[in-house]
């Protein structure tokens, strides 16, 4: 069993991405409905906030609602939505205690209002905390938000607000994430190993990680086992493996650039 001392503290990932699948498929099983496995789901996000805000890890970002999860039955999606608040409501107490920021991505405003409301208000509430950074993806989509930059930049090169020169655009200023690092580990539950939409450009030079674990079995020893999968990997950014070892700086830092 992964344990949190085997961690090495140097090569800690500054930012996790979770796409927490396979609540549906845990429920399922039990002979439930899909809510009961997203319910259940809590736990889980409970489990990795803690040990990431334990471990020192700087971003945690979830995959809370996809723009594509609005093709679900209107029952599922009005429990989700019920379920970020209440979650959001009853875990405000522990991103206090822990020091955690709440910082959302995604399209916010086509939210419900109470739900923008409850979010809005753990914002400000944490906006003062220096711990883990928490960013909940909430109708979200990568391919979205590349098109929003796009749209945000030709308006600002339309209004002369930037120099359009042959020079490639700054794109990441216009993302969503624009103030956040790029993960360097994601984290897929359930045994699907795909992107679906998530984070399409900062993911591109970040090392995934497939389990099979479903989400609502998810524990921190299970993200221990992520991490310590994470640190056996070479980041190479394009480089060759010779060129990453010679460079290694002596206390054995991850090469990031
Ligand atoms: C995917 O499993 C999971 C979701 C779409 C929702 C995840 C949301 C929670 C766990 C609530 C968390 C709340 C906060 C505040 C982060 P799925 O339904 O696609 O599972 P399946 O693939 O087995 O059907």
């Not at 996809?66 to 093709?71: D, G, P």
């Not at 956040?180 to 900062?202: C, K």
């Not at 980041?235 to 060759?240: A, D, L």
């Amino acid at each position: 069993m992964a344990t949190k001392e085997s961690i090495k503290q140097e090569r800690l990932p500054r930012h996790i991405a979770v796409i927490m699948d396979g609540n549906g498929r845990w429920a399922k099983k039990r002979g439930n409905q899909r809510i009961f496995g997203h319910k259940n789901g809590v736990k889980s996000v409970r489990e990795t906030v803690e040990a990431s805000a334990e471990l020192g890890v700087n971003y945690l970002t979830l995959y809370a609602f996809s723009r594509e999860n609005w093709n679900r039955p209107d029952r599922e999606i009005d429990a989700l939505m019920n379920l970020l608040i209440s979650t959001i409501d009853t875990e405000t107490k522990t991103l206090m205690d822990n020091d955690i920021k709440l910082l959302t991505i995604g399209n916010v405003e086509g939210l419900p209002q109470k739900v923008q409301d409850k979010v809005a208000e753990v914002k400000a509430k944490t906006a003062q905390n220096q711990g883990l950074k928490l960013v909940l993806a909430l109708n979200y989509s990568g391919r979205w938000e590349l098109q929003e930059a796009l749209r945000r930049y030709g308006e600002d090169v339309k209004n002369q607000r930037v120099d359009n020169g042959p020079h490639q655009p700054d794109l990441e200023q216009y993302l969503t994430t624009a103030q956040i690092p790029d993960p360097d580990l994601l984290i897929r539950t359930s045994g699907e190993a795909r992107l679906s939409n998530f984070l399409l450009w900062q993911l591109a030079y970040t090392e995934l990680y497939f389990t099979e674990v479903l989400w609502p079995d998810f524990r921190k020893e299970n993200l221990y086992e992520a991490i310590l999968n994470y640190q056996t990997r070479e980041r190479r950014f394009g480089k060759t493996s010779e060129q990453v070892v010679r460079n290694k700086t002596k206390n054995n830092a991850p090469q990031y650039g």
